[in-house]
DNA sequence: TTTAGTGTACAGTTTTAACTTTACGTACTT
DNA sequence: AAGTACGTAAAGTTAAAACTGTACACTAAA
């Protein structure tokens, strides 16, 4: 957190600025798939300083409690934004950040999403065996077989859809969305 | 939200619970999104009923204020995921979901980040260029200017990847990402 | 013009989430 | 074995968001 020293103040102020208007610009972004922009802001100090930091120096750059960085240090690593290392010499646990971020994005939709999908796509189904039972069941009653055919129509569009989802989620896991949509040269 | 009206209290019972759980991941999945959970099963109730309904219907069947139906509905018609129609013979705005959730998902993306990107990508270019005046201010300082150029480089990783995103969103909103991931047939 | 019905702005309340302080368990050092 | 450094759990506090009730503006009918 320290890798300004040595210049002038000047020079300082003039880095800082066009840092902070970067940092800032991330939290927003992360701010977008649900993060907080606090967790964005240390993400963006950790993106832009030379070399793995600590919780120690992380609070005092940040200017908040070990606790807090100690749980947002966390909720990065578990969206494996950033990374452990191990540093000699120290006792301190060392962070540094994935700086992929078309690999932080595909892992996060990965991590944050796929375990929703599939846990809905279960209740669906449940819903969906237990519609079609009860269509067995009163097959005479043509007005609550109509309800029912819609409920089923609406609940398969549903399930068509998160099929889809699951789709798409795979291609960032497996990286061919990189082929659709490839990554800018240079 | 009186649909269900006419059936017995059994039949009743089994449909509610069937819907209920779809209405229950539905919620979940629009809180994935940054919906709230409530507004989501605002959005699943609406999904469910025949035909259109109004505020008060919502509140009745949701318990809650209509105030609160207000700003729900609002937020969804924001996000195009229900529209507002027009019924005869009342003065009650009338609400409907639009059940396409493949559009669904492609508006959300559009409307709530496309804006953000592209300010994301003025702030990121402006930092890029102050880099690059103070590269040119002090191109005689050696330390300096290594730091600059992993400033710029990092600045740069991070607008290609804006581009990237730009393009995914894109692809949404031009419905190209169907030719890539098709939706279901059925 | 008045009157009744409807949606929403606004202020107030409650609930939830973020953050801090304190305290403790673990692991390393001597 | 005792002390020290470190990360984090737990409880407490503060800030933010969700939600409610009231009041008001607007429209349409009488």
């Not at 540094?96 to 796509?121: C, L």
């Not at 043509?142 to 789709?167: A, G, P, V």
Request: glycine content about 6%.
């Amino acid at each position: 957190m320290n890798d300004l020293e040595g210049l002038t103040p000047e020079q300082i102020d003039k880095i800082s600025k066009a840092r902070e208007r970067v940092i800032d610009s991330i939290g927003k972004n992360m701010d977008l798939y649900g993060i907080t922009l606090s967790i964005g802001h240390l993400y963006g100090y950790m993106y832009f300083n030379q070399g793995p930091v600590t919780l120690d120096e992380l609070s005092k750059t940040m200017g908040m409690s070990k606790t807090s960085m100690s749980t947002g240090v966390r909720t990065l690593l578990d969206l494996k934004m950033i990374d452990k290392v191990w540093g000699r010499g120290t006792r301190k646990d060392l962070f540094t950040t994935v700086p992929d971020w078309h690999q932080n994005f595909s892992d996060y939709f990965s991590i944050k999403w796929r375990k929703a999908v599939e846990g809905n796509m279960i209740s669906l189904a449940k819903s969906l065996a237990e519609i079609n039972d009860m269509k067995k069941e009163y097959s005479d009653d043509s007005k609550l077989m109509q309800l029912l055919n819609t409920d089923e129509e609406k609940i398969t569009e549903s399930i068509n859809y998160y099929r889809w989802l699951l789709k798409l989620i795979e291609s960032f896991e497996n990286g061919k969305i990189f082929e659709f949509i490839p990554k800018e040269e240079s």
